[in-house]
């Protein structure tokens, strides 16, 4: 059962406008949040967390906002370039845990 | 080094054929771990090594899979028997500590079981 869920396969958007990826998750456990970005061939690159004690962290263009009453996380990229085109993994965990639960991930196209 | 390096990059197998991916993590990172993407999936946990141990192998999915990291370092990932359904991009990762959440990964190894 997938406890985090990218519900948006792929978003395009045209450069200098905001990018908003959504997460959901099950997990009332999970009281870390990240999201990953990843280039086609490379690894997924870590891009900005957030602890469940905020509902809000900031990161120069990229800010994460969390909802843990309807157990839903966003990032928003503003304004969107077009290096920021790859694929964004939300991910989650819970203190103690030695692991990530990921997203599927969602493609991000910004267009010039 | 200055990244995760996994090699090889690309394998492709026979099926029921034995592989071993290989892991060089950065250099004094304690915690290492390894995840599997399947097409269109995201990464799934394999297992968690702190120093030479295997802290958490929960994810393993049988047990055809085994991972070492005997110096603490460089870890493999064993694969026996292999089978088309273990067709999948292996993603090793590192961190200072366990509980760093801000991994380092790998670029993969894309394994292929024909």
């Known amino acids: 059962d997938q406890q985090v869920k990218q519900n948006s396969p792929s978003l395009s958007v045209q450069e200098g406008r905001i990018s908003i990826l959504n997460c959901d998750y099950t997990?009332?456990?999970?009281?870390?949040f990240l999201w990953y970005k990843k280039y086609p061939a490379e690894g997924p690159t870590f891009l900005i967390s957030?602890?469940?004690?905020?509902d809000k962290n900031e990161d120069g263009r990229f800010t994460v906002f969390l909802n843990k009453s309807a157990k839903h996380l966003s990032l928003h990229i503003v304004p969107s370039q077009p290096g920021d085109s790859a694929v964004y993994f939300c991910?989650?965990?819970?203190?103690?845990?030695?692991?990530?639960?990921f997203g599927t991930g969602t493609r991000l196209t910004v267009i010039p | 080094g200055a990244g995760v390096s996994q090699t090889p990059s690309n394998k492709v197998t026979e099926k029921g054929k034995y592989v071993e991916l290989r892991c060089d993590p950065i250099?004094?990172?304690?915690?290492l771990y390894w995840y599997r993407q399947s097409l269109g999936q995201g990464p799934e946990f394999l297992i968690y090594?702190?120093?030479?141990?295997?802290?958490?192998d929960s994810g393993l999915p049988n047990d055809r899979f085994f991972a070492v990291r005997p110096e603490g370092s460089v870890s493999t990932l064993k694969i026996q028997r292999t089978e088309r359904g273990d067709s999948a991009v292996y993603l090793c990762?590192?961190?200072?500590?366990?509980?760093?959440?801000?991994?380092?990964f790998g670029s993969g190894t894309r394994l292929t079981v024909v």
């Open positions: 990762a590192s961190s200072v500590t366990g509980g760093d959440y801000g991994y380092t």
């Open positions: 997990n009332s456990m999970f009281d870390y």
């Open positions: 957030i602890s469940s004690i905020k």
């Open positions: 991910a989650a965990s819970q203190t103690g845990a030695n692991n990530l639960f």
């Open positions: 250099s004094g990172h304690t915690a």
């Open positions: 090594f702190q120093g030479t141990g295997a802290a958490d």
